[in-house]
């Protein structure tokens, strides 16, 4: 309801309740009134399938009571809680405020679980089976969606399997990344490489790079326009994890591989985020899941304990 300019659907919405509530005891008390007919045989005068009448008692005490008892409870209902328009109701209950009970006593519980996993470094933690398996389920719940459930990545979303790192494969920088999340920003730069012919033969020159297919004579043409480049992946092409620039010699693609694909990354510059999970997660959280990734290319998680 907070979501409206002003409260007149709030108003409405009680509105239509309170009326609704209204009309319930008015039909209870008319209906109430009637009294048991002594003369007459007390039908309403329908007959179906030849003998079927229909009697025309008021209804059962038990009956009256039930729907007495339920309108009360409606209305101290929606005294105590969220029910009429935008009104917060006595209790001061609240979707929000209930999960956030619901994280806290969760996170309370396990606390003593995460102490013992926090006390390990990574290299520790990523051999330590329950920990690899809390650390598993983490991954699945709030990394999965972007990464795969088997943190191989896809096209943009990087793998975090092979070893290769944008931003650092050492747990501190692992950690960092999640944390704090990470954006990687190459600029367009067609207009510092030239003609689209210099930019398709620097292409070329990025692909020889790491010895996939590509045409020698455009790749030697495009070699010089490479120092627009150096500033960020290096001079030798391998990278640097300080600005997230990838390594172009390893043949491994975040953003599609072939004359093409460089060719659109060259002109058009890349933006990249990883999003920052310490609003998310909890620090020991965190702790968890970068002995996961950690352990995902260094060893093989649960192999002993
Ligand atoms: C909304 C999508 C999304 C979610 C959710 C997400 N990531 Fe990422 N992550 C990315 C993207 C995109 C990058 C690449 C950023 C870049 O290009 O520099 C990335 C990069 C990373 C890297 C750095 C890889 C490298 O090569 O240096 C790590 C580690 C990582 N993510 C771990 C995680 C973990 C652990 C989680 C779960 C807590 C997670 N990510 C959740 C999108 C996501
Ligand atoms: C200002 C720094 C910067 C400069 C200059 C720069 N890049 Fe990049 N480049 C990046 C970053 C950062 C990424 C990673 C984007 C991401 O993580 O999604 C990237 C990604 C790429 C990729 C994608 C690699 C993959 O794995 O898919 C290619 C190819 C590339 N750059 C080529 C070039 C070429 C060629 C030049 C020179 C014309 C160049 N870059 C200049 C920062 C830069």
Not at 4 to 20: C, D, H, Q
Not at 39 to 48: A, E, F, L, P, R
Not at 72 to 98: D, I, N
Request: hydrophobic share 40%; glycine share 10%.
């Amino acid at each position: 309801m907070s979501d409206f300019v002003n409260n007149f659907w709030s108003v409405y919405v009680a509105g239509i309740t309170v009326v609704g509530i209204i009309a319930c005891l008015v039909l209870l008390i008319i209906t109430a009134r009637k009294k048991v007919v002594a003369d007459g045989d007390n039908t309403t005068g329908h007959v179906w399938d030849e003998d079927l009448r229909e009697l025309n008692n008021p209804m059962p005490r038990w009956w009256v009571w039930m729907f007495v008892i339920t309108v009360v409870f409606g209305l101290l209902y929606l005294l105590a809680y969220p029910g009429l328009g935008s009104y917060a109701g006595k209790m001061q209950w609240s979707q929000v405020g209930a999960y956030q009970a619901e994280v806290e006593k969760a996170n309370a519980e396990l606390e003593p679980l995460y102490a013992r996993f926090t006390a390990m470094s990574s290299e520790d933690m990523s051999k330590d089976s329950q920990a690899m398996a809390v650390g598993e389920r983490l991954f699945m719940n709030n990394c999965a969606q972007c990464h795969g459930s088997d943190a191989r990545g896809s096209k943009g979303f990087p793998n975090l399997t092979d070893g290769d790192w944008l931003h650092g494969g050492a747990p501190a920088n692992i950690k960092q990344t999640i944390t704090e999340g990470r954006v990687a920003m190459m600029p367009p730069q067609a207009e510092v490489v030239g003609t689209p012919d210099d930019v398709r033969n620097l292409a070329h020159y990025v692909m020889s790079l790491s010895g996939s297919p590509h045409d020698s004579l455009k790749a030697a043409l495009g070699k010089s326009k490479f120092t627009a480049c150096a500033a960020c992946h290096g001079t030798d092409a391998k990278g640097n994890t300080m600005l997230g620039a990838p390594n172009l010699t390893d043949d491994i693609w975040l953003h599609g591989w072939g004359e093409q694909a460089i060719v659109d990354i060259i002109t058009h510059g890349k933006l990249n985020e990883m999003p920052a999970q310490n609003k998310k997660l909890t620090p020991a959280q965190i702790d968890v899941l970068t002995a996961y990734v950690w352990g995902l290319s260094n060893s093989k998680p649960g192999a002993t304990n």
